[in-house]
């Protein structure tokens, strides 16, 4: 099988556009949702992704490998390392459009094995948004901003309104987080856009 990418985006797309709120470049994001895999602090194992604003249409994550999230002694699971691209494009999507949205389709291609004890630094761009959907891509670098490319990733989120998580959540996972909306950080979207 070739590694020849077919055409990005797959559909003519508009040039994305910042929403005059996203967070300026140089701002670090926090953490969407405490409980998030990718970027909660209260998910000990969790990748604990951090996020930064970049210039144009970007925002960086960086991301270390640890014991937890081996896949293969001393390397880190292809699956972890394609969760950690969906909450950088994510996080990407929902902070510079500020709106929800969600992965319809993730594509990841791994070119060197990760070891653990790896930060991968992760650029993100949103490449082209057509109606509801959002084209955003990404490569991960080992350890500094120029190291070697370890991973690259293309997806399509879908703009969603927010009563698809209200809809489709646990009911006793919303209970907490109306409880104690600290759980939710500073949220990447506008509630009454
Ligand atoms: C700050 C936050 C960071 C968060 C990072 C983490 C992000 C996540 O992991 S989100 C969780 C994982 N994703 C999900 O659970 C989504 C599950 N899927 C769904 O809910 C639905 O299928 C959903 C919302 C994506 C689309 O459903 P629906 O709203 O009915 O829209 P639908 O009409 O089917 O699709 C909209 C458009 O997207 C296209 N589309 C949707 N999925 C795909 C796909 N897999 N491939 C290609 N195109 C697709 C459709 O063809 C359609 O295109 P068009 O407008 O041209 O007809």
Known sequence: MSRTQQPWPPVDTEPPKAHPDAPAPGTDLPQHYARCFGCGDQQEDGLHLRAQVG?????RSRFTVTEAHQGAPG???GGLLACAFDEALGTTVGNLLRKPAVTGKLET???????????LVIDAHLDGIAGRKVYVSAEGRMDTDDGPV???ARALFVLVDLSHF???GRPEDLQAVAQDPKLLGRLPVEVNP
Do not use: E, K, M, Y
């Open 55 to 59: 210039d144009g249409h970007t925002i």
């Open 150 to 152: 370890a991973v690259r």
């Open 75 to 77: 390397l880190a699971h």
């Open 166 to 168: 209200v809809n489709h």
């Open 109 to 119: 291609d791994f070119l060197r094995p990760v070891p653990v004890g790896t930060t």
